[in-house]
Structure formats: structure tokens, C-alpha cells
């Protein structure tokens, strides 16, 4: 059931972006809204870390990182929300999930983990799947499209950022059994800092905050907070990460596929749907392959 609510939590953030614009609601408002209220649900969850930003959370030896994890959420968050509203629930979606490419590089590099055939199999094929699903028409040509690449771009590098953080973190052991403290002070940190932005640009006279935007913020950062709830309680019930992460992956990029073409009228053509099979094939292979060689 957790898996279930997950998804489905999960696919309604990119749905509250892709409605943003619909109802003129202003992003970096909403999303600092959002943070505040993902830092006081994990506060009232987490009763044993006691009051946020204590004296003992402060000096712990991972709050550095919960700070660089909170500057990473609240930009990796803007760019995702400017993405899905131009370049759409899917690609974005796509883009995300495919950040797996990085994470998988970057712990055979560091970790020196296990790079096998697999391994190149499936991330040749994720290769093969950007190349399609950045194709317009259903004729293949291997000229990018315009002008949304570069934010694609970002929106990969900060999703990768954040996953290889999260997984040093898991890796090293550095948080230990304070797994949810970190995770809520990480979204605490990035609503001090969109705080912070937000003060200057009101005081600038650039930005004015609104009933409308702090409601669109609170109902983002209910499904916000327990799409990572439900992750860490999952891995908690015994969940292999290594197989929870890629499936959920693959389940929320066919979910908010189904959403955006049916309620959102988005357009794929034959090369778009063939890319979307092949990212969800790489995902699951590079799943597999992970899984097999621990």
C-alpha cells in the first residue's frame, strides 16, 4: 500500500506544477510555502529529534551536508517546476527519473562499484531514450529541440546531485538512525533560503506574496513531504533500495505519462513513446544489474 500511495503522491507534484500557470499561482512562493510546511510535518512526525535546528542538530557532523541537500532542493525544485510548465509532466518526469545515468556513474567511480554488461546495456539504451523522447515529429533526426534542452539539462544534474548526496549520505553512514531529522532539516534548510530570497525580493518591491500562492504552497507540500515519507518508511519495512528506487522510478513516469496525455492533452509521437519504453527498460535493467552484483 505504501508503494501505491508513494506513485501516487509522487506524480501529484508534477500535477500542482503543470497547474501553477493554470491559476496564475507564483512558483518561488509556493515552493518556500511548501518547504515550511514539509519542515513542520516532519517536525510534528518526528517527535524524537525534538524541536528543529536545535543546539544538537546544528553540531551535528551531517548538517553541513542537510544545508548543500536544502540549497540543492529548493533550485533542483524551481527548475522542475519551469520544466514541467514549458517543456511539459512528461519529458520532465522522464528527465528526472533518468538521473539514475549519473547516480550509477558516479558510484562506480567513487565507490568503484560494479560496472558490468549490463550495466553499459542499460545505459546505452537510457542514452537511446533522450535522443527519442527529445524528437518533435516521428521522423528521427539527431538535432536537439528547442529552446527547453538546457533546462532538461538542469533538471538531470540537480535530480543526479541530490540522489548522490542522499546515497553518500546512506553509504557512509554519516546520519546513521537520524535518517528522518536529516531528510525534514534538509527541507527546513531550503525554506530558509527561499525565505531569505523571498525578503529580498519583496523588499525590492519585485514580489508580493499571496493567500492564493500559500495555499497552492501548502497543497504541494503535503504530497512533497510523504513522497519522501513514504520512501524512507518503505526502506524501513525492508525494501531493497537498490529495487524500491528504480521501480517507483518507472511507476511514476507511466502514471504522470497517462496524466499528461489524458488530462493534460500533452502530444507524443511514435519516437516519444518508443524513448519512454526504453528509459523504463534502462531503469530496470540497471536496477537488475545493481541488485545481482551485491
Not at 96 to 122: A, C, D, P
Request: proline letters at 2%.
Amino acid at each position: 500500500m505504501e508503494f501505491l500511495w508513494c506513485i501516487t503522491v509522487t506524480t501529484c507534484i508534477g500535477i500542482g506544477f503543470k497547474l501553477f500557470s493554470r491559476f496564475k499561482i507564483n512558483t518561488l512562493n509556493a515552493i518556500v510555502i511548501n518547504y515550511t510546511v514539509c519542515l513542520i510535518l516532519g517536525t510534528l512526525i518526528d517527535t524524537e529529534s525534538g524541536w528543529p535546528f536545535s543546539r544538537s542538530i546544528i553540531q551535528g557532523r551531517w548538517f553541513a551536508l542537510d544545508v548543500v541537500l536544502g540549497l540543492m532542493f529548493i533550485v533542483g525544485f524551481n527548475l522542475t517546476a519551469h520544466s514541467i510548465q514549458k517543456a511539459g509532466i512528461t519529458m520532465t518526469t522522464l528527465i528526472q527519473r533518468m538521473s539514475i545515468i549519473l547516480t550509477v556513474s558516479f558510484t562506480v567511480i567513487l565507490f568503484r562499484e560494479h560496472f558490468g554488461w549490463l550495466e553499459f546495456g542499460g545505459l546505452l539504451m537510457a542514452l537511446m531514450a533522450i535522443v527519442a523522447i527529445n524528437q518533435k515529429t516521428s521522423t528521427f533526426s539527431l538535432k536537439l529541440s528547442e529552446p527547453f534542452p538546457m533546462i532538461l539539462v538542469a533538471v538531470l544534474v540537480l535530480s543526479a546531485a541530490i540522489e548522490i548526496l542522499l546515497y553518500y549520505v546512506e553509504k557512509t553512514g554519516i546520519v546513521g538512525s537520524d535518517q528522518m531529522a536529516f531528510t525534514t532539516h534538509g527541507f527546513g534548510c531550503a525554506a530558509i533560503f527561499g525565505w531569505v530570497s523571498l525578503a529580498w525580493l519583496v523588499f525590492k518591491k519585485k514580489l508580493k506574496l499571496t493567500g492564493r500562492d500559500v495555499i497552492a504552497g501548502i497543497l504541494l507540500g503535503i504530497p512533497n513531504f510523504f513522497s519522501i515519507f513514504l520512501l524512507l518508511k518503505m526502506l524501513n519495512q525492508g525494501w531493497n533500495g537498490s529495487l524500491m528506487y528504480p521501480l517507483v522510478n518507472v511507476s511514476v513516469l507511466l502514471l504522470s505519462t497517462i496524466v499528461a496525455v489524458i488530462a493534460f492533452r500533452e502530444k507524443l509521437n511514435r519516437l516519444n513513446w518508443i524513448g519512454i519504453g526504453l528509459a523504463s527498460a534502462a531503469i530496470l535493467i540497471i536496477a537488475y544489474a545493481h541488485t545481482t552484483s551485491h
